[in-house]
C-alpha cells in the first residue's frame, strides 16, 4: 500500500512535465499575434519588435520551449501579456473561487447522484427508475452554458429568488481571507450574513456544473447496488427478517457507497472543463473566467497555467480517491 | 464458416430491431437524429426566412404565427436560422469523429499488435492528452489555432483520437493471442491481412458506441466554444453562438436563447440514446 501511494506520487511530476510539453507546443506551434493584439492594430514595426522581444517571442521554438522549462521549474508560470503580474498571483486569487464551486457541485453530484441511483436499483424497471435514468441522461445531453443561462431566467429574472451571478452582493465586502473560499471563511469568522449570501449565490452554479454530470455517478451508483443486492449477505438479511427499508438503505447502500468515492476522482476532470462555460455564465472569478477571458486576449501564459493547473489537480484528484478506495474497502490491495 | 457469419448478423439484426420495439427509448433517440438531419438536408425549403437577412425595423419580435420562433437583435428569423445551424453541428460532429476515429483506430491497431517501443511511445502520448480535461484540451488548441469553426473542427480532431486509440489497443491485446489469430499467422498473413481483415472487424462495436457519444459531445463541446467566442463567428447560424449573442437581450428576448439550446439538448440526447441501444445490441453478444 505505501509503494503503491510511493510509486503514483513519484508518477506526479512526469504527468506534469509531459502534460507542460503538450501545452508548450500547441500554444505555440501557431506563430503569435500575442504581441500584435497587445499593442493594438496601430502599433509601428519598431514597437512590435521590441515587446516581441522583451517576451522572448522572437527565438527558436525550441529555445523557447527550454527557457519556458526553466522558468517552470523554478516555479515561474511566467508574466500575462495582458495585465502584466506574474501568473502565479493571480492564479492564487482566483483558484479558491474555483475549488469552492467544484466542492460545491462535488457534494451536489454526489448526494443526488447516489440517491438517484440507488432508488434506480432499488426499484429497477419501474417508472421511477426509468425518470432517474431520464434525469442523468437528460443532464448530460444539456449545454453547460445553456442550462446556466435557463437557470438565471427563471431563478434570478423571473422569480428573483437567487442572485444570477458573482459571488457575493455588492453591497456586502468580502470575509477575510483564510482559504479564499467565501462560504468557508465567513464560516470560520463568524460572519453569518455574508455565508448566507454566499451560499445562495454558490446554488445555481453548482446545480449547473452537478446536473450535467450526474450520469456517470447515477449509473455506477446504480449498477454496483444492483450487484450488491444480489449477494449473498443481502438474501441472509432478508432471511433475518429485516424490513426492506434496513435491507436497501443501511447493508446494501453502504458498500455501494465506496463506488461514489472512484466517482469523485472520474468526474473531477469534467467538473474543472466545465467549470469554464459555468464560471463564464455566472461572472463567476475563478480560473475558469480567467482563462477564457485570456483567450479572447491572446494570453499564452495564464492559458498554458491554467491547463496545467488543472491537469495538476485532475491528477491529484484520482491519486486521492485511489487511496480513499482502498482505504474505505479493506477487500483491495495494491 | 460464411453461413453461420450470416446467420449471427441476421439474429443480431433481428435483435437490434427487436430492442428498438420493445425500447421506447432508441426509437426516440433514432427519431431526434433523423429529424435534425431532415432539416439539415432541407434547409433551404423548410426554413420560412433567409437565416442571414437582415432587418432592423423587424428586430426583437417574440414569437408569432409569422416568426415562429421569434427575431433577433438584428430582426433575423430565429427558426431559419436553427434550421440552417443544424448543418453547422452536423458537419462538425461527422468532420470531428470521422477524422478522429479513423486516426485513433489505426493507431490503437498498431499499438496493440506491435507492441514495444511504438505501443510506448503512442500510449505515453495518449496517457498525455487524457491528463487533460477534454474541455480544456480542445479550448488551448482552438485558441492556440486562432478563433473559428474550422479550427475547433481541428482541434477536436487531434485531441479526440486519443479515445479510441485506448479502447481500440485493449481490444487487440484481448484478440492477439486468441486461436484463431495464432492460426493466421501461422499460415503466413501478412500484417495488413492482420490488422485489416480479422481485428479491425472485432473492434467495431466498442468503437461504434464511442462514436455515438462522441458525436454528441462533439456538438456540445463546439457549441461550448462557440459560446466562449473560439468558433463559429458572426453572422454564423451556429447554435451556440445563437446562445451567446442571446445571452445579452435576457430576459427580455428569451426565445433568442431558449430555442437554439433546446436543439442542442435534441440532438445530443439522440446521439447519446442511440449509444445505449447499440450497446445494448452488443451486450448481448458477449453474453
Not at chain 1, 9 to 32: E, K, N, W
Not at chain 1, 274 to 283: I, P, Q
Request: glycine share 8%; net charge positive; with cysteine.
Amino acid at each position: 500500500m505505501k509503494v503503491y501511494i510511493l510509486k503514483r506520487l513519484l508518477m506526479l511530476p512526469l504527468v506534469i512535465l509531459m502534460v507542460a510539453t503538450l501545452v508548450f507546443f500547441l500554444t505555440h506551434s501557431v506563430p503569435g499575434s500575442a504581441v500584435r493584439i497587445l499593442l493594438g492594430p496601430h502599433a509601428g514595426e519598431a514597437q512590435i519588435e521590441k515587446a516581441t522581444k522583451e517576451f522572448g517571442l522572437d527565438k527558436p521554438l525550441v529555445v523557447q520551449y527550454g527557457m519556458y522549462m526553466k522558468r517552470l521549474f523554478h516555479g515561474d508560470l511566467g508574466t500575462s501579456i495582458v495585465s502584466r503580474r506574474p501568473v502565479v498571483r493571480d492564479l492564487m486569487t482566483f483558484f479558491p473561487a474555483t475549488i469552492e464551486l467544484s466542492l460545491a457541485a462535488m457534494v451536489m453530484l454526489v448526494v443526488v447522484g447516489i440517491s438517484l441511483g440507488a432508488v434506480s436499483a432499488i426499484h429497477r424497471s419501474s417508472l421511477l427508475d426509468m425518470f432517474a435514468r431520464g434525469l442523468a441522461v437528460g443532464g448530460v445531453a444539456m449545454p453547460q452554458f445553456w442550462l446556466g443561462l435557463m437557470f438565471i431566467l427563471v431563478f434570478f429574472y423571473w422569480s428573483g429568488w437567487l442572485p444570477g451571478g458573482g459571488r457575493l452582493d455588492l453591497t456586502l465586502d468580502p470575509p477575510t481571507t483564510i482559504t479564499g473560499m467565501y462560504v468557508l471563511d465567513s464560516l470560520l469568522t463568524g460572519n453569518w450574513k455574508t455565508l448566507w449570501d454566499s451560499i445562495l449565490h454558490l446554488i445555481l452554479p453548482a446545480l449547473t456544473l452537478g446536473l450535467t454530470n450526474l450520469s456517470t455517478t447515477t449509473a455506477m451508483v446504480r449498477s454496483s447496488m444492483l450487484q450488491t443486492l444480489s449477494q449473498d449477505y443481502i438474501t441472509m438479511a432478508r432471511a433475518y427478517g429485516f424490513s426492506d427499508t434496513k435491507v436497501h438503505y443501511v447493508y446494501a447502500l453502504k458498500n455501494s457507497m465506496i463506488t461514489a468515492v472512484t466517482v469523485i476522482g472520474m468526474t473531477s476532470g469534467h467538473l474543472l472543463g466545465g467549470a469554464v462555460l459555468v464560471e463564464t455564465v455566472f461572472d463567476w472569478p475563478g480560473i475558469g473566467l480567467f482563462a477564457a477571458q485570456s483567450i479572447l486576449n491572446v494570453d499564452y501564459a495564464p492559458i498554458i497555467a491554467v491547463t496545467m493547473l488543472v491537469a495538476v489537480t485532475y491528477a491529484v484528484m484520482n491519486l486521492v480517491a485511489d487511496i480513499l478506495y482502498a482505504v474505505l474497502d479493506p477487500r483491495i490491495h495494491f | 464458416m460464411a453461413s453461420q457469419n450470416n446467420s449471427k448478423k441476421e439474429s443480431r439484426l433481428s435483435y437490434a430491431a427487436y430492442i428498438i420495439r420493445k425500447s421506447p427509448m432508441s426509437l426516440l433517440g433514432l427519431f431526434l437524429v433523423a429529424g435534425i438531419i431532415f432539416l439539415a438536408l432541407f434547409s433551404p425549403w423548410i426554413a420560412t426566412h433567409d437565416p442571414l437577412k437582415i432587418n432592423f425595423d423587424q428586430g426583437f419580435k417574440p414569437p408569432s404565427a409569422q416568426h415562429w420562433f421569434g427575431t433577433d437583435d438584428l430582426g433575423r428569423d430565429v427558426f431559419s436560422r436553427i434550421v440552417y445551424g443544424s448543418r453547422i453541428s452536423l458537419k462538425i460532429a461527422l468532420f470531428v469523429v470521422g477524422i478522429a476515429a479513423t486516426l485513433g483506430t489505426a493507431l490503437g491497431l498498431f499499438s496493440g499488435y506491435i507492441g514495444g517501443v511504438v505501443d510506448i511511445i503512442i500510449m505515453r502520448v495518449v496517457d498525455t492528452f487524457l491528463a487533460i480535461p477534454p474541455f480544456i484540451l480542445a479550448m488551448v488548441a482552438t485558441a492556440a489555432l486562432g478563433p473559428s469553426l474550422t479550427n475547433v473542427m481541428i482541434a477536436l480532431s487531434i485531441t479526440w483520437w486519443t479515445w479510441y486509440a485506448r479502447i481500440v489497443r485493449g481490444e487487440v491485446l484481448r484478440l492477439k493471442n486468441l486461436n484463431f489469430m495464432m492460426a493466421e499467422r501461422s499460415l503466413g498473413a501478412r500484417l495488413p491481412r492482420m490488422l485489416f481483415r480479422h481485428l479491425l472487424p472485432n473492434c467495431v462495436g466498442p468503437v461504434a458506441v464511442q462514436t455515438t457519444l462522441q458525436l454528441g459531445l462533439a456538438v456540445l463541446t463546439s457549441a461550448g466554444l462557440s459560446f466562449l467566442g473560439l468558433g463559429a463567428q458572426p453572422p454564423s447560424p451556429a447554435w451556440g453562438l445563437m446562445i451567446a449573442t442571446g445571452r445579452q437581450y435576457l430576459p427580455d428576448q428569451w426565445w433568442m436563447t431558449t430555442f437554439p439550446g433546446m436543439m442542442i439538448f435534441l440532438l445530443v440526447m439522440g446521439f447519446i440514446l442511440i449509444g445505449d441501444t447499440i450497446r445494448d445490441v452488443l451486450s448481448r453478444d458477449i453474453q
